[in-house]
């Protein structure tokens, strides 16, 4: 009877009561659909702060162009132009200040590894030979040399007995060669021949021609990049070459070359070796250019806690006839910080200072975790070297190769790379110009990430602006409708009260009818809420595009796709709109209680009094 009588009261004031009716369910639908929307955004956001990763890259800039003049024997003189990056700017200018680094920027070496097959080799391999010309001469264009013998190299290029051909290119005042003398020399490929003295060679046979290139002189660097005083190569000619003499072996010079002779035979079997915190601070790797194939990659504890575990390539795998799960030893002997050439890696001397081969600094057993294959296209200077495997950073004793460095460089993109947390680019580099260095210059990496979050950021105060309309018309319309249902209705009160009704009686009757149009209104603009939001998510995947290229929110961005980014997985299920719902119950319960609660203290009679007056 209490429902049936204030339903009756209620519908007395047909108009007041479908007012309120639709401005309850406006009020529940805009807390139904700006919850929603904030609970998917807020979702989106998370899951794609798993997904996307902001990688950077260093690159010391160019400090100056430089142009000089040269000789070239073919050609004569010409001029070139290059770029100097200047004074070598170290690792350390990275730790600063505001960097909220994720992993660390850190200048990667490659390490050269020792394993029991030919790795690299190609026709065009530099080559050590004795070899004594077969006239008297001087090498101003291709002069002809007998090879006596072929020391090392490629025995498919050249055999003892062969006749091949070197040339002075870039000397203005080339070299005399002596018949009969036996001379020893390391040749490069340099072009093919050229002269009066090859006159007999077709040009379509394409007969190569060699220079005479470094031999002995160490090239030994410092960690901090210091060239280690190696008192042959203070006074050696780039492209200087010996003569054989009956005890020329037994000599400095002549046991320099002995090992020399021994450090081809460890280069041919040398694969290179990459140090790094994660497989996405390698750019091949984060374009995806790179991919497992095989097994699994590193995982973060691995490259945390510094395990044997590696990665290399299918071309690697099958060399060495080796699969994901088995143990591959790694013998790393040497370091590079230049770039390397993505058929091998290859130093331009493994002979240290005191003129030996770099001895082995760490050997360790790797278990092969994953097989990964390489883009075939180049990455434009960030490509992997051919055989390369990849181990984590905290594997290898710190600074253990500090006395095995075979050449050195500046900060580049390649080996210099960090990550920070998505959306913070703008951050790191603000804290970077307060750092005041210059001369390195940044790219940054987000797959799209920066534009991405601008679009959920934009759709996350829209959806803010509803919840904040809802939760202020909500209120607004209660606590308004409420004080009309009730105090309007003071002479019911009085006279239920008059007739024995107790005070919980008297609400009940009078709150019933309010709270029973709240839910009616609460649960229809909750539904239209829900269905609204499906809507909003269905039209927001057919129409909206995300860019995911390489996104460079601080360097300009150039050549992007566009990829799109469904919200499907986000849809919203009934659970914020019913929670948006028993908020808005809960109100007006609360505010209900609270008005009745006001109208309930005043005695009957006073009321009455009020009403005549």
Same mark, same amino acid.
């Given at each position: 009877?209490?429902?049936?009588?204030?339903?009756?009261?209620?519908?007395?004031?047909?108009?007041?009561?479908?007012?309120?009716?639709?401005?309850?369910? /406006?009020?529940?639908?805009?807390?139904?659909?700006?919850?929603?929307?904030?609970?998917?955004?807020?979702?989106?956001?998370?899951?794609?702060?798993?997904?996307?990763?902001?990688?950077?890259?260093?690159?010391?800039?160019?400090?100056?162009?430089?142009?000089?003049?040269?000789?070239?024997?073919?050609?004569?003189?010409?001029?070139?132009?290059?770029?100097?990056?200047?004074? =070598?700017?170290?690792?350390?200018?990275?730790?600063?200040?505001?960097?909220?680094?994720?992993?660390?920027?850190?200048?990667?070496?490659?390490?050269?590894?020792?394993?029991?097959?030919?790795?690299?080799?190609?026709?065009?391999?530099?080559?050590?030979?004795?070899?004594?010309?077969?006239?008297?001469?001087?090498?101003?264009?291709?002069?002809?040399?007998?090879?006596?013998?072929?020391?090392?190299?490629?025995?498919?290029?050249?055999?003892?007995?062969?006749?091949?051909?070197?040339?002075?290119?870039?000397?203005?005042?080339?070299?005399?060669?002596?018949?009969?003398?036996?001379?020893?020399?390391?040749?490069?490929?340099?072009?093919?021949?050229?002269?009066?003295? /090859?006159?007999?060679?077709?040009?379509?046979?394409?007969?190569?021609?060699?220079?005479?290139?470094?031999?002995?002189?160490?090239?030994?660097?410092?960690?901090?990049?210091?060239?280690?005083?190696?008192?042959?190569?203070?006074?050696?000619? #780039?492209?200087?070459?010996?003569?054989?003499?009956?005890?020329?072996?037994?000599?400095?010079?002549?046991?320099?070359?002995?090992?020399?002779?021994?450090?081809?035979?460890?280069?041919?079997?040398?694969?290179?070796?990459?140090?790094?915190?994660?497989?996405?601070?390698?750019?091949?790797?984060?374009?995806?250019?790179?991919?497992?194939?095989?097994?699994?990659?590193?995982?973060?504890?691995?490259?945390?806690?510094?395990?044997?575990?590696?990665?290399?390539?299918?071309?690697?795998?099958?060399?060495?006839?080796?699969?994901?799960?088995?143990?591959?030893?790694?013998?790393?002997?040497?370091?590079?910080?230049?770039?390397?050439?993505?058929?091998?890696?290859?130093?331009?001397?493994?002979?240290?200072?005191? !003129?030996?081969?770099?001895?082995?600094?760490?050997?360790?057993?790797? #278990?092969?975790?994953?097989?990964?294959?390489?883009?075939?296209?180049?990455?434009?200077?960030?490509?992997?070297?051919?055989?390369?495997?990849?181990?984590?950073?905290?594997?290898?004793?710190?600074?253990?190769?500090?006395?095995?460095?075979?050449?050195?460089?500046?900060? =580049?993109?390649?080996?210099?790379?960090?990550?920070?947390?998505?959306?913070?680019?703008?951050?790191?580099?603000?804290?970077?110009?307060?750092?005041?260095?210059?001369?390195?210059?940044?790219?940054?990496?987000?797959?799209?990430?920066?534009?991405?979050?601008? !679009?959920?950021?934009?759709?996350?105060?829209?959806?803010?602006?509803?919840?904040?309309? !809802?939760? /202020?018309?909500?209120?607004?319309?209660?606590?308004?409708?409420?004080?009309?249902?009730?105090?309007?209705?003071?002479?019911?009160?009085?006279?239920?009260?008059?007739?024995?009704?107790?005070?919980?009686?008297?609400?009940?009757?009078?709150?019933?009818?309010?709270?029973?149009?709240?839910?009616?209104?609460?649960?229809? !603009?909750?539904?239209?809420?829900?269905?609204?939001?499906?809507?909003?998510?269905?039209?927001? #995947?057919?129409?909206?595009?995300?860019?995911?290229?390489?996104?460079?929110?601080?360097?300009?961005?150039?050549?992007?796709?566009?990829?799109?980014?469904?919200?499907?997985?986000?849809?919203?299920?009934?659970?914020?709109?019913?929670?948006?719902?028993?908020?808005?119950?809960?109100?007006?319960?609360?505010?209900?209680?609270?008005?009745?609660?006001?109208?309930?203290?005043?005695?009957?009679?006073?009321?009455?009094?009020?009403?005549?007056?």
């Amino acid at each position: 009877m209490t429902v049936y009588y204030s339903m009756k009261q209620i519908l007395r004031s047909p108009l007041k009561s479908i007012l309120f009716l639709l401005l309850a369910g /406006v009020s529940a639908f805009l807390l139904a659909l700006g919850g929603s929307l904030w609970e998917i955004n807020r979702a989106m956001l998370e899951e794609f702060e798993d997904i996307f990763t902001t990688v950077g890259t260093v690159e010391q800039k160019t400090d100056h162009v430089e142009t000089g003049r040269h000789w070239d024997a073919k050609d004569g003189y010409y001029y070139t132009q290059w770029g100097r990056r200047g004074e =070598r700017i170290p690792n350390a200018v990275m730790d600063f200040e505001g960097a909220d680094y994720i992993l660390d920027a850190k200048q990667r070496p490659t390490f050269g590894a020792l394993v029991d097959q030919r790795a690299i080799g190609s026709p065009y391999d530099t080559m050590l030979v004795e070899a004594e010309p077969v006239n008297s001469g001087t090498a101003y264009e291709s002069f002809p040399m007998r090879a006596k013998k072929v020391l090392a190299g490629d025995e498919y290029v050249m055999k003892d007995g062969d006749i091949f051909y070197i040339c002075d290119h870039y000397e203005e005042e080339p070299r005399s060669f002596e018949a009969g003398t036996t001379y020893i020399m390391r040749l490069n490929f340099e072009g093919f021949v050229h002269g009066s003295k /090859v006159e007999h060679i077709a040009p379509e046979e394409y007969v190569v021609e060699y220079m005479p290139i470094n031999s002995v002189a160490s090239y030994q660097f410092t960690i901090e990049g210091e060239r280690v005083y190696d008192d042959v190569a203070e006074t050696e000619d #780039e492209r200087v070459f010996d003569v054989v003499t009956e005890d020329f072996y037994e000599t400095e010079r002549g046991k320099r070359w002995l090992e020399l002779i021994r450090s081809y035979e460890y280069q041919f079997c040398t694969i290179p070796v990459t140090p790094v915190d994660n497989t996405q601070l390698l750019m091949p790797f984060y374009w995806k250019d790179a991919q497992i194939s095989e097994g699994r990659d590193i995982t973060e504890e691995e490259y945390a806690e510094g395990k044997p575990v590696c990665l290399i390539s299918q071309e690697l795998s099958l060399l060495l006839r080796k699969k994901a799960g088995d143990k591959l030893s790694l013998p790393l002997y040497y370091a590079l910080y230049s770039e390397v050439h993505k058929n091998g890696i290859q130093a331009a001397s493994l002979l240290n200072a005191e !003129g030996k081969v770099y001895p082995v600094f760490d050997e360790q057993e790797y #278990e092969i975790v994953g097989i990964y294959t390489p883009s075939p296209v180049s990455t434009n200077g960030y490509e992997l070297g051919r055989h390369q495997a990849i181990v984590p950073w905290n594997a290898i004793p710190e600074n253990s190769w500090s006395d095995n460095i075979a050449s050195t460089g500046p900060m =580049r993109g390649f080996n210099t790379s960090f990550q920070i947390p998505n959306g913070t680019i703008e951050d790191f580099m603000a804290a970077w110009e307060k750092h005041g260095v210059e001369g390195l210059e940044f790219r940054f990496y987000d797959n799209g990430y920066s534009n991405l979050k601008n !679009g959920i950021e934009s759709r996350k105060l829209m959806s803010a602006i509803f919840l904040a309309s !809802g939760c /202020v018309l909500s209120a607004m319309i209660l606590c308004f409708f409420a004080n009309l249902f009730i105090t309007g209705q003071r002479q019911r009160i009085a006279v239920e009260r008059l007739l024995g009704r107790t005070k919980r009686q008297c609400a009940a009757s009078l709150l019933t009818g309010f709270f029973l149009l709240s839910v009616l209104g609460t649960v229809a !603009g909750s539904a239209a809420g829900c269905m609204a939001t499906d809507r909003a998510v269905k039209a927001t #995947e057919e129409t909206t595009e995300f860019d995911t290229s390489f996104s460079n929110a601080v360097i300009a961005q150039a050549d992007m796709e566009e990829a799109d980014l469904s919200a499907a997985e986000h849809k919203p299920g009934v659970r914020t709109a019913a929670i948006s719902g028993i908020g808005m119950l809960l109100a007006a319960v609360l505010i209900g209680s609270g008005v009745m609660g006001q109208a309930l203290r005043k005695e009957p009679l006073r009321i009455l009094g009020e009403l005549e007056e």
